[in-house]
């Protein structure tokens, strides 16, 4: 495995650059060139969207995705097309060009972004919470009743999206200062999770939880001493040891 981006081998690099591979780990992830990228899957992007991308080469992984969104969506390429592309990235492209389409609606935005939510790859599905975010933080009551249903969703990948998106600090991203103040709000989220069998799901709700603790200990105390009152297992134990990690 490359251990950073100068350990990757030219001929891996090519691969990735090309979008005939999927990266296997983060650092593939960043080294990149969306450029070539673009260039390989949507070969007539055209030249000038191509050096819009260029001359952000240097800029954040996250503002590069939503460019790359923002040129996909301007030359009209078919989101269904990007969505089955052999690519990570390209898949991550496809997330950010759903979060940004002008008109779609939340529930709209929600159920294209669903197959996304349960990718096969691990960074597709980050990037899938990632780019919806500032959508769902800005219509915060809407799209916890929007997700609450997506709690009891067969597949563990599904489940976790729901926590996973309106976490109050999470990483990469923006705080969402109500459910810092307010994390009561998200229960509808939280609660139907408290045992959640999966561990990709408890590790989500505890780093949730524990987000909320940084701003509102006592609830948080409160509620792993309810949750464990009301569903003593494994799961809601495991949970609640790691959601309370950074208090005294």
Sequence with gaps: MSRGVADIAPARLALLNGGSVASA?????????????????VPDLGAARLERMRAQAAAGITKRMALAAQLLLEANVDLAVLQAHPSDTVRGWACFAIAAEAGSTLPQQLAAMRPLADDGHFGVREWAWLALR???????????ALLAPWTADPS?????????????????CAHIARLKEQPQLALPLLQPLRADPAIYVQDSVANWLNDAAKSQPDWVRSLCAQWLLESDNAATRRICKRAQRSLA
């Design 25 to 41: 780990t983060l650092t593939e992830g960043l080294a990149i060139d969306f450029a070539q990228l673009l260039a390989a899957a």
């Design 156 to 172: 563990e990948r599904v489940r976790r999206f729901a926590c996973e998106a309106l976490r109050p600090r999470g990483v990469w």
């Design 134 to 144: 500032p959508r769902l933080a800005e219509h915060l009551p809407d799209a916890i």
